[in-house]
Structures are given as structure tokens and as C-alpha cells.
């Protein structure tokens, strides 16, 4: 005999079990319901069986319900065994062994990729009435790459070894081999290093070549006759080659702001660090068009003046808070410092980023590209990687872009405006996509008492809410199907009807769901149902009538989730 704790409308309850095999087979029977606190359950299972021997004068021991023991691996390695085994994200073409660089996200995976970019476009795209996104083309012509100098700059160091010929990035191959700084050194540099090391192949211990440049852009050939085309390596230039047709569209205003949302493609030569070397992915980019004679004012500054920003300037050896006032008086422009004010906004109050894990770098100017006049990366401190990594950049890069695009195509993007010619310079709002979802895996990722789960907040969550028919009954399931019908034309709503509701819970947990609706046997008196909130475990009754529209305000923060019912014990 013994004791089982079953889960039910959310409460614990205890009952005394026997096993007994009954023509050939084990069957579980229960013999007397013993209350809801374990302590006194126990007790009383003691008092009954101890009836029952002086009855049967045979020994009865009562084994208690063992207390689940949760074992957890390493951070990364728990994400990626729900990343995989619950549908977040798969080695692309893994049936016939992949390629490195390459990730599908699958259907969970997507909802979160779409959440992430619609927070993205609600929030950056709303920063000005002239900000507009667009869509431009993957493959673009070469004489567009000529222009912006990536056929001549877009290069990484490789070696390669004379043995087997495996290829790999000559600087991370340093890092890896205790060189620190190594991307700041030459490609002769690099070849001296690995010569003076007497480092070795990887991979056959072979002696390794000089060190060269790798163009990593994908070329293609276009048409019947062969027209040299590029993937493009960065969403960027399909602003910069459209910016005249959007100016005249738009009535000629500055700023100007376009925004894109799409693939990129660099042919890494060793990618790595799962979303954060790619050779196919997403990029968010705005690219602000403005008079550069306005790059120390702007009509919002009042708003953020007083905002303080986390940042790690390129003097500074650590992470300092200064104010927007602060920052401009140590010579940012204004212009630069409202968009970085927004971002930090963007991370630390959509995203809901903890504020100790994100950070502004700024790059020196011998780190940051040659055209950028100011360079901070957005950062974010990740476990799985083990400190800080880059998410994103806001970057001042002059007239360059116009300038390269002018030369090579005969254009003049000089515009008129505010009563002069202008050649508009810009500001680079650039996030990878890919990398943020890793970002949300990583921050939102904890250990809770059921095994693995995922914070996420409300807005970010891919499933909203989960129902449940406390039973596989047909009115339960009835009531269930006409609740998901109905919420589902708001937000993704999953129904779930297998296993315990303890099993239920933890599987939504897993995979972030905020909600959980139970239907029960009050449901059909009294019409309502219970909602669980994840991180708390709380509970409470709302109204059928009432729930898509408390739901929607709890998922967007515009309800408490307390206030939203009556509490349920």
C-alpha cells in the first residue's frame, strides 16, 4: 500500500493506493481518500492500515510519495534539449547532416521570432511619423557591393592547413589558442603569431599556411547571361539604393527613417556560437536619413534628457550610469543619444532585460569601420557564452553609403530641403534577429520546481495561453473547444488534454506559456474557469464572458493578473 498526492483545480489532495494483480495484471485501487495536507495524510494511511492488520495480522508499511528530484545539465545544453525536442529550432537539412550556420526555427521557435519583431516594429517605428519599413530584394548586383566596398573590404583572416586542407578563421583560432585581441592584428601579424606558437591544424595536426583574406559574400549569377549578382551580406544597402524614391514618395521630410526586416548571408568560414555566427540570417535595421547640420538637436530631447543609460564608454574600463545630459557633455551628439536612450528603452522595458545584464560599449576608433564616427554595440551578458555579447549597434555613418552609391552610379543624392541642398548623412539602428532570440532563450531560461522553464514575458511568450478540460469528458471538452475558438482570434491558444494537470502545467511551463486555463466541474455550474499564472503558480476564477477581454489586458500589461478576478485557493 501507499500514499499518492493527485492534482486537482489546482489543490493537493492525498489518497491511500493497493496494487494488486488481478488475472495476470497489475491493477491500482484506491482505498481511502486521506485529505489534503501530506503530513496528516500520512498519519491517517497509518491509522487504517493499522486496522486493517489487527484484522488480517499481516504487516502493512506505508511508503510515502518520494519527492521529485530535479537534475538539470549545463544552461546551453538544457535550452538546446528543449530548443529541439519541443519545436523552438532544428540544424537545417539535419536528415542529411546539416550545415554548420544553418538553423530552421520551428513552430514555437517562429512565434517568438515574430513576436520579437513585432515589439521590434512597434516600438522603433513609432519613434517618427516619416519612419516606414520596406522590402527590398536578397539579391542584389554586384556594382551595389562595388559601391559600398564590400567587394574590396568584406574579408575575414583565414588559414588554411597544407595537410588536409581544412579552413578556419585565423583570428579565433588565436583567441582559442590564449592570443587576446587577435581580430585587432594584421594578417601578417596573425601569420607571425601562429608561426612563433608553432600552432597547429585543429583538426590532423598539420603545419599551417599564411594567413589571407576571405571575401565572405555568396555570389550568383543572374539571367541567361551570367550576371554577376550577390546574397546580400547586410539589409543596409537596400535602404541606401532606395532612399531617393522613398524621399520623393514621403514629400521630401528629414529625417527619413527605413526600416528592414530580412535575411543576410556571409559565408562564414568557421561559424560558430550557435545563433551568433550564421551564414544565412535575420537583421532589424533602421537607417535614419538626416541633415547632419541637426545632428546636435532633436525635437524629443526633453524626453530622455534626464534617462539614464548604461554604457561602458571606450576610456572607461568598466560599466558606468550616466545620464543622456551627461553623455552629450562628453561629446555625443544629441541626435545620436535620443536613439540610444531608446534602445536601452527598448531592451529594459519591452523586453523586460534585466537592467544588470545590458550595457552600451563604445568602440575606439581603432575597433569600429573606418566611416563609423561613433560606434556603441548593444550588449547583453549571456551565461551560455559567459559574459557580454553583441545584439546590436547603433552606428553614425556619415555620408559614406550615399557618397559610394553616388560615385558608382552616376546619381547625385543631394536633396533639397529646408530651403538648401543637402546630402543627407546617417544613423544605423542594427539588431540581429537571430541573436535576440538566443538572448530571450538564455535571459528567460530558469530552473523551476517542475524541471526547465522559460519566463518569458507576456508579450514575447509564443503560446499565450494553454486550455485544459480537468477531465476527458464531453461536456469539459465541449466548453474547452468553444474557449480556445474563441480566444484564439486574439493571441495563440494551445488545448491540452493529456496526462495529469500536473503534467499539464509543467509542459506549458517548459515551453513559456504564461497562462493556464482549467475547466472543471464549477465551470459548467457557474460559468467560469480558472486561470494559472506561471511564475507565481497563483490562481484565479474569471468569468467566461469576461475572459478574451481580461486575457488580452493581462498579456499586454494593462492588467494586474490579481485584479483581473477572484483569488482561488
Not at 518520494?66 to 535550452?79: L, Q, T
Not at 544629441?334 to 568602440?363: G, H, N, S, T, W
Request: hydrophobic letters at 35%; one cysteine or more; glycine letters at 8%.
Amino acid at each position: 500500500m501507499f500514499v499518492v498526492k493527485k492534482n486537482i483545480k489546482g489543490g493537493e489532495y492525498y489518497y491511500l493506493n493497493e496494487n494488486k494483480r488481478v488475472g495476470g495484471k497489475v491493477k491500482t485501487k484506491s482505498l481511502a481518500y486521506l485529505g489534503k495536507n501530506k503530513k496528516e495524510a500520512i498519519k491517517k494511511a497509518n491509522e487504517i492500515m493499522d486496522s486493517m492488520k489487527k484484522e488480517t495480522e499481516k504487516e502493512i508499511v506505508v511508503t510515502p510519495e518520494p519527492e521529485k528530484e530535479i537534475k538539470v545539465g549545463k544552461k546551453i545544453d538544457e535550452i538546446n534539449k528543449i530548443a529541439t525536442s519541443r519545436g523552438f529550432f532544428f540544424q537545417t537539412a539535419e536528415i542529411y547532416g546539416g550545415n554548420a550556420g544553418f538553423y530552421t526555427y520551428g513552430h514555437l521557435g517562429k512565434l517568438l521570432k515574430i513576436n520579437w519583431e513585432n515589439l521590434w516594429r512597434k516600438h522603433f517605428l513609432s519613434l517618427d511619423d516619416n519612419f516606414h519599413e520596406i522590402q527590398s530584394n536578397n539579391i542584389l548586383p554586384e556594382a551595389v557591393f562595388k559601391a559600398s566596398g564590400h567587394l574590396e573590404n568584406f574579408n575575414d583572416p583565414m588559414t588554411e592547413c597544407k595537410k588536409c586542407r581544412f579552413r578556419f578563421r585565423a583570428d579565433q583560432f588565436l583567441e582559442d589558442n590564449g592570443v587576446g585581441e587577435a581580430e585587432k592584428l594584421s594578417i601578417e601579424e596573425m601569420s607571425n603569431v601562429i608561426r612563433e606558437k608553432k600552432l597547429k591544424c585543429p583538426k590532423c595536426g598539420g603545419e599551417l599556411g599564411e594567413v589571407k583574406q576571405f571575401n565572405m559574400m555568396f555570389s550568383v549569377n543572374v539571367g541567361f547571361n551570367d550576371e554577376k549578382s550577390y546574397l546580400s551580406p547586410e539589409t543596409a544597402q537596400g535602404a541606401y539604393i532606395t532612399f531617393l524614391n522613398e524621399f520623393k514618395a514621403t514629400r521630401g521630410k528629414l529625417p527619413l527613417g527605413l526600416a528592414i526586416i530580412d535575411k543576410a548571408y556571409r559565408n562564414e568560414i568557421s561559424p560558430r556560437q550557435m545563433f551568433f555566427r550564421l551564414r544565412e540570417f535575420s537583421q532589424a535595421e533602421l537607417q535614419i536619413f538626416f541633415d547632419s547640420n541637426k545632428i546636435d538637436e532633436h525635437d524629443k530631447w526633453k524626453d530622455v534628457a534626464k534617462k539614464i543609460l548604461r554604457v561602458k564608454l571606450a576610456k572607461d574600463k568598466d560599466i558606468g550610469e550616466k545620464s543622456c545630459e551627461n553623455l552629450h557633455k562628453d561629446g555625443i551628439p544629441k541626435f545620436y543619444v535620443y536613439y540610444l536612450a531608446k534602445v536601452q528603452e527598448f531592451y529594459l522595458d519591452i523586453l523586460m532585460i534585466p537592467k544588470e545584464k545590458f550595457r552600451f560599449r563604445e568602440l575606439g576608433k581603432e575597433e569600429r569601420a573606418f566611416y563609423n564616427k561613433i560606434h556603441f554595440d548593444v550588449e547583453v551578458d549571456l551565461e551560455t557564452f559567459g559574459g557580454f555579447r553583441e545584439v546590436g549597434g547603433i552606428h553614425y555613418r556619415g555620408e559614406h553609403d550615399l557618397i559610394g552609391h553616388a560615385k558608382i552610379s552616376g546619381k547625385n543624392f543631394e536633396v533639397f530641403y529646408d530651403g538648401k541642398k543637402v546630402l543627407p548623412h546617417v544613423l544605423e539602428l542594427s539588431f540581429g534577429v537571430d541573436r535576440n532570440i538566443w538572448t530571450l532563450l538564455d535571459i528567460f531560461y530558469r530552473v523551476g520546481k517542475d524541471g526547465s522553464m522559460f519566463s518569458f514575458p507576456t508579450t514575447i511568450s509564443p503560446i499565450k495561453a494553454a486550455v485544459f478540460p480537468i477531465v476527458k469528458r464531453d461536456d469539459f471538452e465541449k466548453m474547452a473547444d468553444e474557449i480556445v475558438s474563441d480566444l484564439g482570434k486574439e493571441s495563440k491558444i494551445v488545448y491540452d488534454k493529456g496526462g495529469s494537470i500536473g503534467r499539464r502545467y509543467a509542459r506549458n511551463d517548459e515551453i513559456g506559456t504564461p497562462f493556464c486555463i482549467t475547466i472543471d466541474e464549477e465551470s459548467l455550474k457557474g460559468k467560469d474557469v480558472t486561470i494559472r499564472e506561471r511564475d507565481t503558480t497563483k490562481q484565479i476564477r474569471v468569468k467566461i464572458a469576461d475572459l478574451k477581454n481580461s486575457l488580452k489586458k493581462i498579456v499586454d500589461g494593462d492588467l494586474e493578473f490579481e485584479k483581473a478576478g477572484k483569488i482561488f485557493k
